[in-house]
């Protein structure tokens, strides 16, 4: 019988202690596999016209890396985030047939989780499908955030540590980095730190859910929290759920 106060626990650790991708492709993959049959995980970078792959199969030492052509990245958006079945799919590494793929879109990467079949059996039989895959949107959604938050602050420090043109371009009042817009020009966003970082993804969990923090649908769920632990965070951060109502 599969768990779900316990899966959404060993999801919600997963991904909070494994802040980088690599280390999240083998947390996660865990994780799962304690709960519904993993056959492999996949994380896919395009470079180019090639994709760098990462495959593993949870739970055993039969890894695999290369490139393929970037195709093999071009999800359609509406398949993002969505089981879809697959006619017995032969896996990289896994020995298990691939009855069923989730993929979810980090930053610039895309995760690819492979389910044997008996594993899309057991989520029908607890009726756990829809909820496993909204979770793990709301988490790849965060990590996405945090991804792209901590690639954009080794861009600004990286551009301090150069050396200056000029002897008054030593000194930066604020760290910008330039975003283009739809009109062409650019304008400067401001770097977040971690706790800004976080406001703007619990705000954002919020927003989406017009500020309800408990229960199925609620932003404790979405972000993986107790409702108790997003409540404490949040007067940490001075959000008021009010102003999302």
């Not at 919600?12 to 995980?41: C, D, K, Q, S, Y």
């Not at 990289?92 to 492979?114: N, Q, T, W």
């Not at 408990?214 to 404790?220: L, S």
Request: with cysteine; net charge positive; glycine share 8%.
């Amino acid at each position: 019988m599969l768990d779900r106060a316990a899966l959404l626990h060993d999801l919600a650790l997963a991904f909070g202690a494994n802040p980088g991708l690599r280390r999240l492709l083998v947390g996660l993959g865990e994780a799962l596999n304690r709960h519904v049959a993993i056959v492999e995980m996949e994380l896919g970078q395009r470079r180019g016209d090639r994709a760098r792959l990462t495959v593993i199969e949870p739970g055993q030492v039969r890894r695999w890396s290369g490139e393929r052509s970037s195709r093999v990245l071009e999800v359609p958006p509406a398949e993002l985030g969505c089981l879809i079945r697959c006619d017995q799919e032969v896996g990289r590494v896994g020995i298990e047939p691939i009855a069923g793929r989730i993929r979810l879109a980090l930053g610039d990467h895309r995760l690819g989780i492979a389910l044997a079949q008996r594993a899309i059996d057991q989520l029908e039989q607890a009726d756990a499908t829809a909820m496993l895959l909204a979770v793990l949107a709301a988490h790849a959604r965060c990590s996405s955030w945090l991804v792209r938050t901590a690639a954009v602050s080794q861009h600004a420090n990286r551009a301090r540590r150069a050396p200056a043109v000029e002897p008054a371009a030593a000194v930066v009042p604020e760290v910008a980095v330039a975003v283009a817009v739809a009109d062409g020009h650019a304008e400067p966003t401001p770097v977040l730190d971690f706790a800004e970082a976080q406001r703007d993804a619990i705000a954002h969990a919020l927003a989406s859910t017009h500020g309800k923090i408990y229960g199925q649908g609620g932003a404790a769920l979405l972000l993986g929290l107790k409702p108790s632990t997003l409540q404490s965070k949040m007067r940490k951060l001075g959000l008021d759920r009010g102003q999302f109502v």
